[in-house]
């Protein structure tokens, strides 16, 4: 039988989804796409927002580089099908944001919200496949559909007039909720835990960096609210791919000096027999 604390996951979900079906549509906020980064750099406009996204693409590349090939490992392949998909979104998240701010409006704003859907999918997936010791491919794909979902209703609701953020903003606060819990009931390694714990930290320290871009902006001069944002969350990304690849690493070092090889001998010094 499963003890109190197993079941707090669900309760937090379900009190989170009836406060957001209480509290009524949540609507994107007037002037939205009126960015502070307002330079042209080599041709490019809103350049510092747009630049900003490489660093999504490049901590998707190191970590399916890293992780990958590694699928297999004990320490990675019950959450890899999640990792996997937030690897996918990170990297559909540079692509569609860079596309997204060239020329900011809904049109394109759906192709930057549906991958950062995607990764908090996959991120949650992972983890929950990791601390349960569960292949996660099945939750993997119910998530990834969630998350089309979520940003499918806001387009639609939009389109009647009033767009509806609450299905996009419940995937995406999930995971700073969850995951601590998660990983504190299945009593994860406390490294996991500061790891996973100072990146969502810091992923919400980017959400405020966002709300304030344009005072941010003044403060700061060349870097915007949403510049930082960019940085932030990159950030909190390559923390994540980073404790995934050290662990892997220390794992397989562990094996390594536990079963150090065998030794091996040259035709000069051949073990002698026993008389």
């Not at 060239?102 to 549906?114: F, H, I, M, S």
């Not at 606060?173 to 790891?195: E, F, K, S």
């Not at 690493?249 to 091996?264: F, G, I, V």
Request: with cysteine.
């Amino acid at each position: 039988m499963k003890s109190f604390p197993h079941y707090l996951p669900s309760a937090v979900t379900l009190l989170l989804a009836a406060a957001a079906l209480f509290h009524g549509p949540i609507h994107q906020p007037a002037g939205y796409h009126d960015f502070a980064d307002q330079s042209l750099i080599w041709g490019v406009p809103h350049f510092c927002d747009v630049s900003s996204n490489l660093g999504f693409a490049l901590a998707a590349f190191w970590g399916w580089i890293r992780l990958a090939p590694k699928r297999e490992h004990p320490e990675l392949c019950h959450g890899w099908a999640g990792y996997r998909l937030f690897l996918a979104g990170l990297f559909l998240t540079a692509l569609g944001s860079t596309w997204y701010h060239l020329a900011p409006d809904n049109a394109r704003l759906v192709w930057d919200r549906l991958p950062i859907a995607l990764a908090c999918a996959g991120l949650l997936a992972g983890v929950l496949g990791d601390v349960r010791k569960r292949d996660s491919g099945g939750m993997a794909g119910l998530l990834a559909l969630l998350a089309v979902a979520s940003v499918a209703w806001w387009v639609f609701t939009d389109l009647a007039g009033a767009g509806d953020l609450r299905p996009y903003l419940l995937l995406q606060g999930l995971p700073i909720l969850l995951i601590p819990l998660w990983q504190w009931i299945y009593r994860m390694p406390v490294a996991d835990r500061l790891a996973f714990g100072a990146a969502l930290a810091i992923y919400v320290v980017a959400k405020f960096a966002e709300l304030g871009d344009h005072e941010i902006a003044a403060t700061l001069g060349a870097v915007s609210g949403h510049t930082l944002k960019h940085l932030l969350a990159t950030g909190a990304a390559a923390l994540i791919v980073g404790r995934l690849v050290c662990r892997v690493r220390a794992r397989l070092k562990a094996c390594t000096d536990a079963c150090p090889p065998a030794p091996t001998f040259s035709g000069h010094d051949q073990p002698t027999p026993a008389p």
